[in-house]
């Protein structure tokens, strides 16, 4: 009896250990049913490569993982990477997640039964990874993948930082189109006014294409330091102006506090405020007064860093008055006058709206000539009327003056 009962026990386990190899072998089968040419890829690791461009064609079992990486095209720059996830199957509810080459999650989808998946994502190039599964690991099917560049940012990358600003050369630009693909893209520009040694003011205007995008640029000199900055809200135009005489401009274009995305139309150009004289901020570009009485001439001080200098001509034994006048009572003129040999000799310095008078006399043997540079503090604007007038050598001459071929 004790015999029967352990050859019966032996055959009841060899029954359930061969039903347990059955029910397991089951199981590998399912998992692995419908293999894929990309197998094994379940785990990031082992990720297959996808070419941008390429289609590939695989199958999603219920409990199957599959990893895939692949490298956008550009790259040190913003653009756009479409992750097309196409559903070949009415039951199949499809996952995907993108990650960085740290494996640090960037976005993730779900989809429905049989619905397809398509995502947009601005990245910098690079290496990136991505995770499909069956959403809840349900349902099995199926499915294709594509990923696309969509070389979607403007013409100027790569210009992501100051050292790589793309150089629009001279003034003027005109309706040039810009496009911040990422909230956190930088479009930097480098540019050259091109009035050198004349002062004027720059203008640069953004028109902002898309309503959703907040821009904001900064200018800055060519040492990097900043000089003006403006930003607008959704959809409206930034413009920025800044006084400059010449030399090496950068602008950087960005979405305001990275909240936004969208396209922008720039333009640059000179507003020519200055006079007709220029450039005369120099004693070598001084304009020349050599005909008296001259009337009354204008001209403009555009900026307080603007000098307009004159060379007058003094004949022998002759002295040369001028009187000079600030168009707005917000502005203070002032003058220094130099010798042939460039020293000074003397000056005037006025209050707001003065009205200044001032005389240079001639009291050698010879024709001379001397400078006049004519600067201000430039109120409401700065324009200003001069003229000279003609007479004969007066040292006696009450009021401010000077002489020349005295000493």
Same mark, same amino acid.
């Not at 940012?153 to 003027?172: I, K, Q, R, S, V």
């Not at 150009?269 to 050599?290: C, F, Q, S, T, Y």
């Not at 403009?300 to 002759?318: G, Y």
């Given at each position: 009896m004790k015999t029967i009962l352990h050859r019966n026990t032996l055959s009841f386990l060899g029954i359930v250990f061969l039903s347990f190899l059955g029910i397991t072998a089951c199981n590998k089968t399912e998992e692995t049913l419908h293999p894929d040419d990309y197998e094994p890829n379940n785990t990031r690791s082992e990720a297959k490569t996808v070419t941008p461009g390429d289609k590939i064609e695989a199958y999603m079992d219920k409990n199957d993982i599959d990893w895939y990486s692949f490298t956008p095209g550009h790259k040190d720059y913003?653009?756009?990477?479409?992750?097309?996830?196409? #559903?070949?199957?009415?039951?199949?509810?499809?996952?995907?997640?993108?990650?960085?080459?740290?494996?640090?999650?960037?976005?993730?989808? +779900?989809?429905?039964?049989g619905a397809g998946i398509s995502v947009k994502f601005s990245n910098e190039g690079g290496t990136y990874f991505l995770k499909v599964i069956s959403r809840y690991g349900k349902n099995s099917g199926p499915y294709s993948l594509e990923v696309t560049d969509q070389n979607a940012?403007?013409? &100027?990358?790569?210009?992501?930082? %100051?050292?790589?600003?793309?150089?629009?050369?001279?003034?003027?630009v005109t309706d040039k189109e810009g496009q911040l693909v990422s909230p956190r893209e930088k479009d930097w520009y480098? &540019?050259?006014?091109?009035?050198?040694?004349?002062?004027?003011? %720059?203008?640069?205007?953004?028109?902002? #294409?898309?309503?959703?995008?907040?821009?904001?640029?900064?200018?800055?000199?060519?040492?990097?330091?900043?000089? @003006?900055? %403006?930003?607008?809200? !959704? +959809?409206?135009? @930034?413009?920025?102006?800044?006084?400059? #005489?010449?030399?090496?401009?950068?602008?950087?274009?960005?979405?305001?506090?990275?909240?936004?995305?969208?396209?922008?139309?720039?333009?640059?150009?000179?507003?020519?405020? #200055?006079?007709?004289?220029?450039?005369?901020?120099? %004693?070598?570009?001084?304009?020349?007064?050599?005909?008296?009485?001259? +009337?009354?001439?204008?001209?403009?001080?555009? @900026?307080?860093?603007?000098?307009?200098?004159?060379?007058?001509?003094?004949?022998?034994? !002759?002295?040369?008055?001028?009187?000079v006048s600030p168009a707005v009572g917000n502005t203070a003129l002032y003058f220094d006058v130099y010798g042939p040999d460039k020293d000074r000799i003397g000056g005037l310095e006025g209050g707001s709206g003065q009205t200044l008078q001032y005389y240079v006399n001639n009291t050698g043997t010879t024709d001379t000539y001397f400078y006049i540079g004519l600067g201000g503090t430039v109120g409401s604007n700065g324009h200003y009327s001069i003229s000279f007038t003609a007479g004969d050598a007066d040292t006696g001459k009450s009021g401010p003056g000077s002489s020349l071929g005295s000493f």
């Open positions: 913003y653009d756009i990477t479409l992750i097309d996830l196409e #559903n070949q199957s009415d039951e199949l509810e499809l996952w995907v997640g993108i990650y960085d080459a740290d494996g640090n999650e960037i976005y993730s989808r +779900g989809g429905s039964s940012n403007d013409a &100027f990358e790569p210009n992501e930082t %100051m050292d790589h600003a793309w150089d629009l050369g001279n003034f003027p480098k &540019f050259t006014p091109g009035s050198e040694g004349i002062w004027d003011y %720059m203008y640069l205007k953004f028109v902002n #294409n898309s309503n959703d995008l907040e821009l904001s640029a900064t200018l800055f000199d060519q040492h990097g330091m900043p000089l @003006v900055s %403006m930003s607008g809200g !959704k +959809g409206a135009t @930034v413009e920025l102006s800044q006084p400059s #005489n010449g030399g090496v401009y950068y602008v950087l274009v960005e979405s305001y506090q990275e909240q936004s995305t969208g396209g922008y139309t720039f333009s640059f150009k000179n507003l020519g405020l #200055n006079d007709d004289n220029e450039p005369d901020d120099d %004693m070598d570009h001084a304009r020349v007064i050599d005909t008296f009485p001259t +009337g009354v001439i204008s001209g403009t001080i555009l @900026v307080n860093q603007d000098l307009e200098f004159f060379r007058v001509t003094l004949p022998v034994h !002759k002295k040369i008055s001028w009187t």
